[in-house]
């Protein structure tokens, strides 16, 4: 069965930076694109990018276009997400999820991230 | 960059049908999805492309859409059904989420 498994919550201190880890099993990790969305306390949904594993290219909303970078790892089925100058409005759970024709179908359990001094 | 609208809540009681609406210009052009979030889990994807819904999702759960406005609804709303549920959609590898509404059964 298709399953995303995150790494564990993240303490991080204003100004650094955080790397994400999600790894994929179940199925063929380069033939589907994986998304990034995170959920600040108490908030909705936001989406934050996308990554191809087979080439590695994405796409990245604009809010974060310059602090965000997604990378795969193939040989791990794993893709990195890594935030950098960290706020504490970056205060957030993060998910992966698998896309399906442009569908976020099935998603990590999430990865808290706290960005306290 | 686009926008997605939802109602911040909507009530019902057990058994009645619950609508909740989603609006955006990008609804015209691409097809919307559905997600149900519970408190401390993870989202779960309820419906696709504007009316399927994935297998495991009982069918009391449907989706319709008209121009620019997608509905999600539960037909005989059940208590378990009470949560979060967000509209989402995507153009050129852009997603965007609506800010989500608060089904409350009771």
């Known amino acids: 069965q298709v399953q995303l498994v995150q790494s564990g919550a993240e303490v991080r201190r204003p100004g650094a930076s955080v790397k994400v880890s999600c790894q994929a099993s179940?199925?063929?990790?380069?033939?589907?694109?994986v998304h990034w969305v995170r959920q600040a306390p108490g908030q909705g949904l936001e989406w934050m990018g996308i990554?191809?594993?087979?080439?590695?290219?994405?796409t990245y909303a604009q809010r974060f276009q310059d602090r965000v970078t997604v990378t795969t790892d193939t040989s791990t089925s794993t893709v990195y997400m890594e935030l950098s100058s960290l706020t504490y409005e970056d205060t957030a759970i993060y998910y992966c999820?698998?896309?399906?024709?442009?569908?976020?179908?099935?998603w990590g359990q999430g990865t808290l991230v706290t960005v306290s001094s | 960059s686009y926008e997605l609208t939802q109602p911040s809540s909507v009530s019902v009681s057990p058994g009645q049908t619950a609508r909740i609406t989603c609006s955006g210009d990008v609804l015209a052009k691409r097809y919307a999805r559905w997600f149900q979030q519970r408190p401390g889990q993870a989202p779960v994807l309820v419906i696709y492309?504007?009316?399927e819904r994935p297998s495991g999702i009982p069918e009391r759960f449907s989706g319709s859409s008209s121009g620019t406005i997608v509905t999600l609804t539960i037909s005989g709303a059940q208590v378990e059904d009470e949560a979060d549920y967000y509209c989402?959609?995507?153009?050129?590898?852009?997603?965007?989420f609506g800010g989500g509404t608060k089904l409350t059964v009771l």
């Open positions: 999820a698998k896309d399906y024709r442009e569908t976020p179908d099935y």
């Open positions: 492309k504007d009316i």
């Open positions: 179940g199925y063929s990790f380069i033939s589907y694109y």
């Open positions: 990554i191809n594993p087979d080439g590695g290219s994405t």
């Open positions: 989402y959609s995507a153009t050129d590898n852009n997603g965007v």
